[in-house]
């Protein structure tokens, strides 16, 4: 089957008419018609429903535009991953990252790549651990920066920098005069944490339980998607919440929260750079591997 039926079938769909989509890829309205159709024979069901007012896609023919991006989004990436072995080292680089690294850690090294790289293209999407996971199994990014190891024997992971899992309380309760709390004072607290899929939130409880606090010893008092909204809870008094160093370091130098140790109680962390083992590194996504662990920055 000619692929180019497939991207007029994305045209047909995405205008809603035969005209404009034969506009739009430089084809007669006949040639359109025809794609169509051939598709129509190929498949042996009707994909598209012709009105006297517009034009729209079947249930088939839903199913079929929903592959045909994929397809269309794959073919795209494949020409950008295959050209950036040319020589010169330009091309797309998708980076998919979590809350800690995607916000506080990745910007200022890529702005560092993109000074020394200008014709890398760079895009980051920003998401909890699992989904970046998931991500870069579906080979939808190219490379994942996590706030833990990810544990798949197809994914290299690789760590590239340290932070420092600390507790934040808001100005005004009773432990921001102290520089110091004892495990046993946390019992009872209300505390804000990040979403159940969250890396921080995992590395968080694993260093509690191996120092004698379970999770179950605080009362929760809220669960966020976001770092920022965790930071923003504990600011407005909902509860205390143990958080990264990397995160908090504005917001206290703002006098907004502060941060206290927790007696005999460290919570130290890798940052890790995840990339599929079985998929080719790309021109780009070498450089900039190379880039960030190799003290190219």
Known sequence: ???????????????????????????????????????????????????????????AGQVLYNYALQMADTMGRAYEDVRSFTGEIKGSLNIGASTI?????????????AARYPEVKVSLEIANTGKITGRLRENAIHIGAVGAPVEDEGIACQAFAEDEIVLAVPVGHPFADRMEVSPSDLIGQRMVSREKQSGTRRIIEESLRQNNIPPDVFRTAGEFGSTEAVLAAVEAGLGLSFVSR????????????????????????????????????????????????????
């Open 101 to 113: 690294p995607g916000h506080y850690v990745l910007p200022p090294l890529l702005g560092r790549f």
């Open 246 to 297: 990397w995160s908090v370091q504005r917001a206290e130098e703002l006098d907004k929260v502060w941060t206290i140790r927790v007696k005999n109680l460290s919570i130290r962390r890798s940052l890790y750079l995840i990339y599929a083992r079985d998929r080719v590194v790309t021109r780009p996504t070498q450089a900039f591997l190379d880039f960030v662990l190799r003290g190219e920055r």
């Open 1 to 59: 089957m000619n692929l180019n039926y497939l991207e007029t079938l994305i045209a047909v769909a995405r205008y809603q008419s035969f005209s404009r989509a034969a506009q739009n890829l430089n084809l007669t309205q006949p040639a359109v018609s025809k794609h169509i159709s051939l598709l129509e024979q190929h498949y042996g069901i009707q994909l598209v429903s012709r009105t006297s007012r517009r034009v729209e896609l079947t249930d």
